[in-house]
């Protein structure tokens, strides 16, 4: 009976193959004969060994067994020669064997006179054995063993045949790779992928950071790696696409096992059974409860209610002044060079009547964010008017001017329910935010071409429902913090509106007054009827929106404006590549407009507050737009007039 299996030099059994003998055959006899000629030897002296090895008493000998009388066979058929070559091949294999070693590292100076051969890892050096890749082939690749024992062959010959006497594993992974590429295994290639920075890049970005936060360096190369992972493994497919292509923009995929944002009600965290019972009281709790969301949360997480937690305590001005400084001096986090705070806290308040308690605080926030300027980077104050409270032309004029002094203002109008993203919706989990490009899927449709701009928004639409659907999987896993109030659940939002503990997803746009100038030459603020097919590309994307998400049991899905970081300039800057029109479109922008923004006339407000009403019905007013206002009386009046025109300020459908 033929031998069914071999044991290894290291110990290892495995099946015995004929055809290994054939290629060692034709590997030691390519110098000697025709190539039809060594395949007829190889093919008969295998099976002489074979027959060999029948006759033997062992049931698996061993590799060396195997390769003499392969040796032997070659002898007696007077193949001398390719004998001699075989043994030659098989000595200088087992020398090399025990000379390799493999390191993660490349060697330094003193490491490159060694001679013997090492695969050093991070745990030290170990000697060569083929087996550790094969194994890696198997378990981490999920490749075939036939296949892996192969490619792991390859590798080898490849290392012995360079004559080094060290390397790295990450020249080893290299040669794996080239050779599973080689045989056409892309997605075993895949599953094997370093997630890294090349040494160029980051020593490029060394260079730049000179002088800067370290910091700065480290999250970015942390971004870049992370990033890499969340699209080709966390979301993938359409989503990762369309953001590679700029038909989207996913934020916060260099965090992507952080939520993009989240919100407490103050007053549940400074009441129930042991209620704060001063403003420094109510201070140390939010401090406690915004750290704790700082790690687990991306974009913005908000403290809603602030004015009404220090309200009701009806503290002395100067003591509600104390309390915000100590909690500034805490949350605060001043920007090294271009990183963002991850996340932004919003001290979320409602703007109320002139006289009142409430109202002293929202005047107190003001002053004190002011009052810090840079300092208080990493604190956004979110103030929301809901309608024509008393005196309320005068706080707003107020906060227009203190954002164009420098102050992180950001002024909400309207009822409704939204803005989940600024940290607006106590116990509302937003997983994923998405910018559309408007923008690039106009220039993509062409000048005039309005079916297919509709066609390019509902597969992008499609495209973010995807990446929303994947990277929610991942979020829910995460379950509910009980440090927070046990706040994040997996509920739906309701159909009206997201209920406390929803998990939901958010979508802006960006670039809609450049896709609209694009498709018809005009702006929405020049023509009505421009304006009209504003409004009408909105509901588009927000019906796209909501089918898609349908389609995959998504749930809520929030159409709003959300804070923007650098999403319009990216996408901006992948147009350009693509489209010969961009540049002109851009002009003298850095980027496209995110958000229903236009410029920045007094006729406009009342446009935004038409097309804010797709969104849930609130207007967002970021603090580039409020610093933008040339007159601050004039905008702020503008606003009261707004408002007092919508009734109690729900933004309705038809308004003009």
């Given at each position: ?304 209610g602030l004015e009404a937690a220090l309200g009701a305590l009806a503290a002395p001005d100067e003591e509600v002044s ?197 498709l018809t030459g005009e702006g929405p603020t020049e023509n009505p009827r421009v304006a009209e097919l504003a409004h ?46 961009a540049r002109e479109l851009l002009g003298e922008a850095s980027g496209w407009a995110t958000g229903a923004t236009f ?58």
């Amino acid at each position: 009976m033929a031998a069914r299996w071999v044991k290894k030099r290291d110990g290892r059994i495995e099946p015995y193959d004929e055809a290994r003998i054939v290629r060692a055959v034709l590997r030691a006899g390519r110098r000697y004969g025709t190539a039809e000629e060594l395949e007829r030897l190889a093919r008969e002296i295998a099976r002489a060994v074979t027959l060999f090895l029948a006759r033997r008493p062992e049931r698996a000998p061993d590799t060396a067994t195997v390769a003499q009388a392969m040796e032997e066979a070659l002898d007696e058929t007077g193949h001398g020669p390719i004998a001699s070559a075989a043994r030659d091949w098989r000595g200088w294999r087992r020398r090399r064997q025990a000379e390799v070693r493999v390191r993660d590292a490349a060697p330094g100076a003193a490491d490159r006179s060694a001679t013997p051969v090492e695969v050093l890892s991070r745990t030290g050096a170990r000697p060569w054995t083929k087996q550790r890749i094969v194994q890696a082939l198997t378990q981490q690749a999920e490749l075939e063993r036939e296949s892996a024992e192969d490619v792991a062959r390859a590798v080898e010959e490849r290392v012995f045949a360079a004559g080094l006497n060290q390397i790295s594993t990450t020249l080893l992974r290299e040669l794996i790779d080239a050779e599973l590429f080689e045989r056409g295994f892309s997605a075993q290639l895949g599953r094997l992928e370093v997630l890294g920075l090349p040494k160029p890049d980051l020593e490029g970005l060394a260079f730049m950071g000179q002088g800067r936060a370290p910091l700065g360096l480290e999250d970015k190369v942390v971004r870049a790696a992370l990033e890499r992972y969340a699209l080709d493994d966390l979301i993938a497919g359409k989503g990762a696409q369309a953001h590679l292509r700029g038909d989207l923009h996913l934020l916060g995929l260099g965090r992507p096992f952080r939520r993009a944002a989240g919100a407490v009600d103050a007053v549940a965290v400074c009441g129930g059974e042991a209620p704060a019972r001063s403003p420094l009281e109510v201070a140390r709790r939010l401090i406690g409860v915004l750290r704790r969301a700082a790690t687990s949360h991306e974009l913005m997480f908000g403290v809603v209610g602030l004015e009404a937690a220090l309200g009701a305590l009806a503290a002395p001005d100067e003591e509600v002044s104390l309390a915000l400084e100590l909690l500034l001096d805490a949350v605060a986090s001043p920007c090294p060079d271009d990183l963002p705070p991850a996340p932004e806290a919003a001290l979320v308040v409602e703007a109320s009547d002139a006289g009142t308690s409430a109202r002293r605080v929202v005047e107190r926030c003001n002053e004190v964010l002011l009052r810090r300027g840079p300092e208080g980077a990493g604190v956004r104050l979110v103030v929301r008017a809901r309608g024509p409270e008393v005196g309320l032309e005068g706080v707003l004029r107020d906060l227009v001017r203190a954002a164009g002094a420098g102050a992180a203002i950001d002024l909400v109008l309207g009822e409704g329910e939204g803005v989940a993203s600024r940290g607006m919706l106590p116990g509302v989990a937003v997983v994923q935010v998405a910018f559309l490009n408007l923008a690039g899927l106009a220039l993509a449709a062409g000048r005039g071409e309005r079916r297919r701009l509709s066609a390019g928004i509902e597969r992008a639409a499609a495209a973010a429902a995807d990446a929303f659907h994947l990277r929610r999987r991942h979020a829910l896993a995460q379950g509910a913090r009980p440090a927070l109030g046990a706040l994040f659940g997996v509920a739906e939002g309701a159909a009206d509106g997201p209920a406390s503990g929803a998990v939901v997803d958010a979508l802006a746009v960006a670039g809609l007054d450049a896709a609209l100038r694009y498709l018809t030459g005009e702006g929405p603020t020049e023509n009505p009827r421009v304006a009209e097919l504003a409004h009408e590309l909105q509901g588009e994307v927000h019906t796209a929106i909501e089918a898609a998400a349908a389609r995959l049991g998504l749930g809520r899905v929030l159409m709003e404006d959300v804070p923007e970081r650098d999403a319009g300039i990216r996408l901006a800057a992948l147009d350009l590549d693509r489209f010969p029109d961009a540049r002109e479109l851009l002009g003298e922008a850095s980027g496209w407009a995110t958000g229903a923004t236009f410029d920045e006339a007094l006729a406009d407000v009342r446009l935004r507050l038409r097309l804010a009403r797709k969104r849930g019905g609130l207007l967002v007013l970021t603090r580039p737009v409020l610093a933008a206002a040339a007159e601050p009386d004039l905008l702020a009046a503008a606003l009261v007039e707004a408002l007092l025109r919508t009734g109690t300020g729900r933004i309705e459908k038809n308004e003009a």
